[in-house]
């Protein structure tokens, strides 16, 4: 094997085995911002700045490596990656936009921890190498003749998914822009599960693997179930506590109906 081959088989390993380790540890120990945020992780930066450092891996490295592989000039290959980015685009710069011009004018009422930050960026690093290295080089689109097949179902589920995933983030940001403290979000999803922008990240992830079908694309879509479905969980239990009776029975808390 080459040494990408090895570096690409290795980095996929690590994506694929670090899915339940980090659902485990997140059922007891919550990442400590946003609604869980708590004194005691070390230094803080100032929120968007930290959203921008931590996702930018995902566009600046799949934009180098991308032009590398054999498919850089694929029709197929530039589809998907094109997705990919646009994702990003909104997480790594408009979010964080967002939320600058959201709470500037308040007081901030906390840094987000440079640790949390520090392993997220180390995960964009991990899989972006492995997203856009599959797309660009590994994968064999000749032999794919499902591809258009599958591409549009895939597609649907993702951008199903980004909607969802972008509208709650708004609705959460036009509270928090409010002041006031925390309140019951309400409309959309939220009329049926606690974490809708989880639960849209989710949806998208899973449609990106059905586009890609690739092992690749199933190890992004495992990893942020075992990231999100913990957190969804806390969150809800969250919600529950705060406001108790006011807060809306029939709310699951990532999974519509179920979970």
Not at 15 to 20: A, E, I, N, V, Y
Not at 73 to 81: C, H, K, M, V
Not at 109 to 123: L, R, S
Request: proline share 7%; charged share 15%; with cysteine.
């Amino acid at each position: 094997m080459s040494s990408d081959q090895t570096l690409f088989h290795y980095s996929l390993l690590s994506l694929l085995l670090s899915g339940p380790p980090t659902a485990l540890s997140l059922l007891f120990l919550q990442a400590p911002y946003g609604k869980h945020r708590r004194p005691g992780w070390g230094p803080t930066i100032y929120p968007p700045l930290a959203w921008f450092l931590m996702e930018s891996p995902s566009l600046w490295l799949t934009l180098l490596l991308f032009p590398l592989g054999r498919h850089h000039s694929n029709p197929r290959a530039q589809t998907l990656i094109s997705l990919f980015l646009l994702h990003y685009l909104h997480r790594a710069i408009i979010y964080p936009l967002k939320i600058h011009f959201r709470t500037h004018e308040r007081k901030p009422t906390g840094g987000f921890p440079v640790t949390i930050a520090a392993m997220a960026f180390a995960f964009n690093l991990l899989n972006s190498y492995l997203q856009a290295r599959w797309v660009s080089h590994y994968a064999d689109f000749g032999s794919d003749g499902w591809f258009w097949w599958r591409f549009p179902g895939g597609l649907a589920v993702f951008a199903g998914g980004m909607a969802a995933n972008v509208t709650a983030d708004m609705v959460l940001l036009r509270l928090k822009g409010e002041g006031g403290g925390y309140r019951v979000p309400r409309g959309g999803w939220f009329e049926v599960v606690s974490c809708p922008n989880y639960f849209g990240e989710v949806v998208e992830w899973l449609g990106w693997a059905l586009m890609t079908w690739s092992w690749a694309g199933l190890g992004f879509f495992l990893f942020t179930c075992a990231n999100l479905v913990p957190r969804a969980r806390a969150n809800h239990k969250w919600y529950l506590e705060k406001f108790g009776e006011d807060y809306p029975k029939n709310r699951k808390a990532v999974i519509p109906f179920v979970y």
